[in-house]
């Protein structure tokens, strides 16, 4: 069974903070790994994508760690605002089964002033 | 660019009634486009893929007779959620990607409610 698992499912950190979530896969034909952000009532927003054959992508503030033996990835909102403030879902997807996105259960976190 | 709309954004329905939901992408034709619902404070949850000019593939556990989808063009994508129940009541999102290109671009959501 296709799955990914995400941690924490919340997390509170000040602002100027690191903010780190988790995630793990079971399928190693998984060929990309994108994050999504989410606001309250709205569609998720694509934040930052990462294959497996690189180690870490960096986007302004975003950074995503990957590591392939483990099977787990990670993101890293470095100088957290409270406009950060949001659920954020990790995802999993493979060519050969048409790009599907399999998301993680999400993390919701919290930016205090 | 990649923008995806969804219409309604919010719909209220009697139960029994059927609801249509388009789902267009702006700025791209978008030969896959993929509907998902989600349940509050719960994660995303693939129902079915839709390809232009074929029919959708349905998720396990998904019923296609109550929840069918249209993908008559490149930028339109229909869900119509059949004799709706108050169990139905969720917010539906869309998704849109070009061909070729694994990077899904999700349209706003549409909040249906079901009485």
């Known amino acids: 069974q296709q799955q990914v698992k995400q941690s924490p499912q919340s997390l509170i950190v000040q602002k100027g903070g690191i903010s780190i979530i988790n995630c793990a896969y079971e399928?190693?034909?998984?060929?990309?790994f994108p994050w999504y952000q989410q606001f309250p009532g709205k569609g998720p927003a694509l934040l930052i994508a990462?294959?497996?054959?690189?180690s870490e992508k960096k986007e302004g503030r975003f950074t995503i760690s990957f590591n392939k033996s483990a099977k787990q990835f990670s993101l890293h909102i470095m100088d957290s605002q409270p406009g950060d403030s949001a659920t954020y879902f990790c995802?999993?997807?493979?060519?050969?089964?048409?790009?599907?996105?399999?998301f993680g259960g999400g993390t919701r976190v919290l930016v205090k002033p | 660019g990649a923008v995806v709309s969804q219409h309604p954004s919010r719909v209220i329905c009697k139960s029994g009634t059927s609801v249509k939901i388009e789902c267009r992408s702006l700025?791209?034709?978008?030969?896959?486009m993929f509907w998902y619902r989600q349940f509050p404070k719960q994660s995303l949850m693939l129902m079915a893929t839709?390809?232009?000019?074929?029919?959708?593939?349905?998720e396990q556990g998904v019923e296609k007779d109550k929840f069918l989808i249209n993908h008559a063009s490149l930028t339109l994508s229909t869900l119509t959620v059949t004799s709706a129940h108050p169990e139905d009541s969720s917010f539906y999102i869309c998704?849109?990607?070009?061909?070729?290109?694994?990077?899904?671009?999700f349209g706003p959501g549409t909040r249906l409610l079901v009485l």
């Open positions: 998704s849109a990607r070009l061909w070729g290109v694994e990077t899904q671009y």
């Open positions: 995802a999993a997807s493979m060519e050969a089964a048409g790009n599907k996105l399999t």
């Open positions: 700025d791209f034709q978008a030969t896959t």
């Open positions: 990462i294959r497996p054959d690189v």
């Open positions: 839709s390809n232009e000019g074929s029919k959708a593939t349905y």
């Open positions: 399928n190693t034909a998984f060929d990309y």
